[in-house]
């Protein structure tokens, strides 16, 4: 069992999105590491507000991370790495699926989108806080005929029947609480190693949509803050933020 995250837990049935829920919740000054979760959402968010389907049988969890103090606000955006890597171990872990990490905020199984993560950050007095939604498809079905871009998946449909998803939550509890102590501790290169090694992105030839433009080149590495190395021309551009679609 994990030390610090889901110490207090909060179940619900149906909520609008747990990332919402647990931020009005942290707002009142709830206890670092709580972790919200909920059978159903009716509003659960992707990016940029883009809806994330949250049918009953997926895992939708948030839970509450807090910055020690003089943390270095340039490292946040290893925030979805580590949550992404931490996805893919467990699901490797309990079910024996090959997952990896797509740039920079989901889980692929055989190339098709099982998990987004979507981090918030905010203040709250002086404490610095940061919430981690994660979104896993487990035993539901993504409908069909969405604006899928990869195509999706589930756990339940990789492994060809039904899983425990209580199972698989306390396992992505446990990788990200590793995770979330060498953040702390400022092992910030064994994060970027870790997640380099879980990568289904680094080699690929990418197609990036930023909010200032696109680019295509091929994904040469993440650098200490998680911005992605993309080479085009012979120059080597960093991507703070964008949607990453793999090419080839
Ligand atoms: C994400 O955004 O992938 C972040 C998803 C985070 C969801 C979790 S669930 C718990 C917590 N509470 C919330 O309200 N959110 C978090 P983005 O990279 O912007 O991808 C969004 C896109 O993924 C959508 O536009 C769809 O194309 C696609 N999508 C929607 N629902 C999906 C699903 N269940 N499985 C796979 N892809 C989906």
């Known amino acids: 069992m994990p030390r610090l995250l889901g110490r207090k837990t909060i179940r619900y049935d149906s909520v609008t999105s747990t990332n919402e829920v647990l931020k009005a919740l942290a707002l009142e000054g709830?206890?670092?590491?709580?972790?919200?979760?909920?059978?159903?959402?009716?509003?659960?968010?992707?990016?940029?507000?883009?809806?994330?389907?949250s049918p009953e049988g997926g895992l939708w969890m948030s839970v509450l991370f807090e910055m020690p103090p003089g943390f270095d606000s340039s490292r946040y955006?290893?925030?979805?790495?580590m949550a992404g890597a931490s996805v893919a171990t467990a699901i490797l872990m309990e079910h024996g699926l090959d997952a990896g990490v797509k740039w920079p905020n989901d889980v692929l199984i055989a190339g098709r989108k099982a998990c987004g993560i979507l981090g918030e950050i905010f203040t709250v007095g002086d404490r610095h806080l940061a919430i981690i939604?994660?979104?896993?498809?487990?035993?539901?079905?993504?409908?069909?005929?969405?604006?899928?871009?990869?195509?999706?998946?589930?756990?339940a449909e990789e492994f060809g029947k039904s899983v425990k998803t209580?199972?698989?939550e306390n396992t992505v509890l446990e990788e990200l609480e590793f995770r979330h102590d060498l953040l702390v501790s400022g092992e910030y290169d064994k994060i970027l190693e870790d997640w380099r090694e879980l990568s289904v992105t680094l080699g690929?030839?990418?197609?990036i949509v930023m909010p200032g433009g696109e680019m295509t080149g091929i994904a040469r590495d993440i650098d200490p803050t998680g911005a992605l190395l993309v080479e085009m021309d012979d120059v080597i551009h960093k991507v703070n933020a964008g949607d990453c679609r793999h090419l080839e």
């Open 133 to 155: 939604g994660i979104g896993i498809n487990v035993n539901n079905r993504v409908q069909v005929g969405y604006d899928f871009s990869s195509g999706t998946t589930s756990i």
């Open 166 to 168: 209580e199972v698989l």
């Open 30 to 53: 709830i206890e670092t590491g709580t972790l919200v979760t909920a059978k159903v959402q009716t509003h659960g968010r992707g990016r940029l507000e883009r809806r994330w389907e």
């Open 204 to 207: 690929r030839k990418v197609h």
């Open 77 to 81: 955006g290893l925030l979805p790495l």
